[in-house]
């Protein structure tokens, strides 16, 4: 079971603690000897801050973090996978983000802490509140004078939030100049209201799908016998990958017909009920990917 958090276990990118019912089905699908793993943008600081507010820390849970750049797993958990950038493709990035008159933020590795650099300078309204709830909520973040200054051998991401426009120009120059070394993910932003959009640059090899083939393969699991529920752009390859896949009620029409199912929204439970129904052994019914697509 692979779960994504913001817009299906959580309401917003601002919900900092996981509501008891959707901790009750997962601790459910686990304990009918089912692994359970949350896959999500997120890096390491900020799921952990994320649990820990939750009161839910299981040792073992896995995680596929940033879009699959980083896959952890085994108890004690342990990191199985990890795709960086290197210097220059950040230095190449931050240039890129730049031109296209964007604010970048630059997440280090788990090794560094994690720590989430930025300049102090005028941003947008949106982005404004995410770093806002991350120095609240997660900590971890460092402004500087000068990214390019900074002595980059690595880090997970480059990314931003901003208006759609500029995020779609951003990402077409990304994909062009530096295709086949970086890729470029793109969600709507939660707190956005369908203007502003994430623009995040990771390794090549990284995305949700890579990442749950990563975990699968670790944990002799078969994909036909992976589901997956997610919400948002960043969770198609995730989608592509799994036996079965739930989008929530609310995500984007081009998301929702991807997927095998489509459940209720996140503030009514959605990605609860189908874990609950999983845990009954209910869920999904026949052969995995019989259903059409996007049925309820």
């Known amino acids: 079971m692979a779960v994504d958090v913001d817009g299906t276990l959580l309401n917003t990118e601002f919900d900092e603690m996981l509501r008891p019912r959707e901790i009750a ?5 686990r304990r009918a000897g089912h692994v359970v793993a949350l896959c999500t943008g997120r890096n390491f600081n900020s799921t952990s801050s994320l649990l820990e507010r939750s009161g839910w820390t299981p040792a073992d ?70 770093l806002a709830g991350r120095r609240l909520n997660t900590g971890g973040t460092e402004t500087v004078p000068d990214l390019l200054d900074c002595d980059w051998r690595q880090a997970l991401e480059v990314g931003t939030i901003d208006e759609k426009p500029r995020i779609d120009a951003l990402s077409r120059a990304i994909r062009e100049q530096l295709g086949g070394r970086v890729k470029v993910i793109n969600t709507r932003s939660l707190m956005g209201g369908g203007v502003y959009y994430w623009a995040e640059a990771f390794h090549a090899a990284s995305d949700k799908g890579a990442g749950l083939r990563t975990l699968g393969l670790h944990c ?43 459940t209720g929204a996140v503030a009514d439970g959605g990605a609860a009920d189908i874990l609950e129904r999983i845990a009954a052994g209910s869920f999904p019914h026949g052969a995995p990917g019989s259903t059409g697509k996007g049925r309820t």
């Open 220 to 262: 002799g699991i078969a994909r036909e016998h992976t589901v997956a529920i997610g919400d948002n752009y960043n969770d198609l390859d995730m989608f592509a990958y799994a036996g079965v896949s739930v989008a929530m009620a609310g995500s984007p029409d081009d998301v929702a017909s991807e997927a095998d199912y489509v």
């Open 61 to 130: 849970l896995p995680l596929v973090l940033l879009n699959g750049a980083v896959v952890w797993a085994d108890q004690p958990r342990r990191r199985i996978a990890c795709h960086e950038l290197g210097g220059e493709e950040v230095r190449a990035l931050i240039r890129l983000f730049r031109e296209y008159g964007v604010v970048p933020m630059v997440y280090g590795t788990d090794d560094d802490g994690g720590l989430l650099r930025f300049e102090e300078c005028p941003v947008n309204h949106v982005l404004e509140r995410y």
């Open 25 to 29: 089905a997962m601790e459910a699908v």
